[in-house]
């Protein structure tokens, strides 16, 4: 069974630019997350989707971020314009179980990005 | 808000011994604590789940435990081996949220042949 893949796994931008990361989770993995990691930092919960519906969006930075998730399959994330504080790498994961308890998250190898 | 500790400074370890990582939050419990393991270039893999009435909970060579009281979550990987090398880290799931995990940062380990 294939793992979560992520698109690309680098990019390298300048500030001002537009970036476009590509999320596609497990096959019939209803949960979707995005989540950052800037360097030497902890990584930080960005969003989640439960099908193609936005559940929580809290940590969404500024609204510069846009997610989309068409149709409830794979998952876009949207960086416009980018600016330096974006860099980072960029984790999605996927899971398929409704019970917190049980609530696997599978993690894709996350898209390192670097706007200059 | 809920702060997560982790050792920031690598952990070596000599082959064949058990290595200990430490995980300190510093508000009120989560209902679940989670380890994982992160390789270099790639995305953390879950490992354990503890549950906050826990105390143990075992998979093969590694132990995770949950105290409450100290506010602390101890992960052990008994007989370590080369291949253990990685960094851990830590999440909270606090249930007041949907479904969003607080990261600790992560420590480094290095199990030295």
């Known amino acids: 069974e294939a793992g979560v893949t992520q698109f690309p796994s680098h990019s390298v931008i300048e500030k001002g630019q537009t970036v476009t990361l590509r999320c596609d989770p497990i096959?019939?993995?209803?949960?979707l997350y995005w989540y950052r990691r800037v360097m030497g930092k902890e990584i930080k919960f960005l969003l989640h989707?439960?099908?193609?519906?936005?559940?929580?969006e809290s940590g969404m930075p500024n609204n510069r971020f846009l997610a989309e998730r068409t149709g409830g399959t794979y998952s876009t994330l949207k960086v416009q314009p980018a600016e330096l504080e974006d860099s980072g790498v960029y984790f999605c994961?996927?899971?398929?179980?409704?019970?917190?308890?049980?609530?696997?998250?599978?993690f894709g190898p996350g898209t390192r990005l670097t706007v200059l | 808000s809920q702060k997560i500790e982790q050792n920031s400074e690598a952990l070596n370890i000599q082959e064949g011994k058990t290595a200990t990582l430490t995980c300190n939050y510093t508000n009120y419990s989560p209902a679940y604590l989670q380890w994982y393991r992160q390789d270099p270039g790639r995305g953390p893999v879950f490992l354990l789940l503890?549950?906050?009435n826990e105390k143990e909970k075992r998979k093969e060579r590694l132990k995770v435990t949950f105290d409450t009281t100290l506010k602390q979550s101890l992960f052990h990987i008994t007989a370590s081996q080369p291949a253990d090398s990685a960094t851990y880290l830590c999440?909270?799931?606090?249930?007041?949220?949907?479904?969003?995990?607080?990261w600790g940062a992560g420590t480094k380990l290095i199990i030295k042949p």
């Open positions: 999440a909270l799931d606090m249930l007041d949220s949907n479904y969003q995990l607080i």
């Open positions: 096959s019939g993995h209803d949960n």
């Open positions: 989707f439960v099908k193609e519906s936005k559940q929580d």
């Open positions: 503890i549950r906050e």
């Open positions: 994961a996927s899971s398929q179980a409704a019970l917190r308890s049980t609530d696997t998250q599978y």
